[in-house]
């Protein structure tokens, strides 16, 4: 399943308790004795203080619902950034299972602020993450349940964000969640909810559709898909890249 199905973080903190213990080991064989970075130890620990952070306000708010927006996205920004960080000492350490798994326990940090109301504004782990599990699954009830997380982390982006700036920078979150998230709709086979989806990637990435496009016209000789499938990809290739009149 995917990971967000919970609705506490008592699973997700014990993974990242398994997670953490495995970079801790490994930085502890290799780390110099001394160093001015912060730790994964010291990450480790503020990811702890998070988490009881956000188990004392479900604990007093309830586990979903509104508690004041400013604060739920700044104790969700402190362990996604904290969460980063790790998985950056992970992926440095070549500890690859706890980097997965720390990616996992940041989609459940970030479904936190998101069923909180609460804005994401330091999303790119989390879009990672959601990279992994789109590729890591199969099962079309649990490709649309990804589908509708992924909405959800659109609407929680924080507004610097949504505004989407860096527009030469492909890999800039905004960006690589609509482009996923309009594959896994594709992968549903649900043509209403592929409508819904290329609709809102036209809207925000209109530079971005016909390349998009493009390539889905491109799959759609190389991937089984149901004819019904075929028809919507090629409506919105026809859309979004007129033919030239000569």
């Known amino acids: 399943m995917v990971p967000f199905s919970s609705t506490d973080l008592c699973e997700a903190r014990t993974r990242h308790r398994q997670a953490s213990a495995e970079v801790v080991e490994n930085y502890t064989a290799r780390a110099p004795l001394a160093t001015d970075q912060v730790t994964p130890s010291q990450l480790s620990e503020g990811i702890e203080r998070f988490f009881s952070l956000a188990a004392r306000i479900d604990r007093d708010c309830g586990d979903r619902g509104a508690v004041i927006d400013d604060d739920i996205t700044q104790v969700g920004d402190y362990g996604l950034q904290l969460l980063s ?3 950056a000492w992970a992926a440095q350490l070549g500890a690859e299972y706890a980097r997965y798994e720390l990616q996992l326990v940041a989609v459940d940090v970030a479904h936190w602020v998101i069923r909180h109301h609460g804005e994401l504004r330091t999303p790119e ?4 993450a959601l990279a992994v599990v789109a590729n890591t699954t199969r099962d079309i009830e649990e490709l649309k349940q990804l589908e509708e997380f992924m909405t959800d982390a659109i609407n929680a982006m924080a507004a ?16 690589v969640l609509h482009v996923n998230r309009a594959i896994v709709a594709t992968r ?16 925000a990435l209109p530079e971005e559709a016909p390349a998009f496009f493009t390539e889905g016209m491109n799959q759609i000789d190389k991937v089984d898909y149901p004819e019904r499938v075929r028809k919507i990809i090629k409506s919105y290739h026809d859309l979004c890249c007129p033919q030239v009149m000569h």
């Open 85 to 87: 960080d790790l998985t």
């Open 188 to 203: 549903t086979h649900e043509t209403n909810r592929m409508v819904r989806v290329f609709d809102e990637f036209v809207d």
């Open 125 to 128: 782990i989390v879009v990672d």
């Open 160 to 175: 610097p964000i949504k505004r989407d700036l860096e527009k030469t920078n492909p890999g800039r979150p905004w960006r």
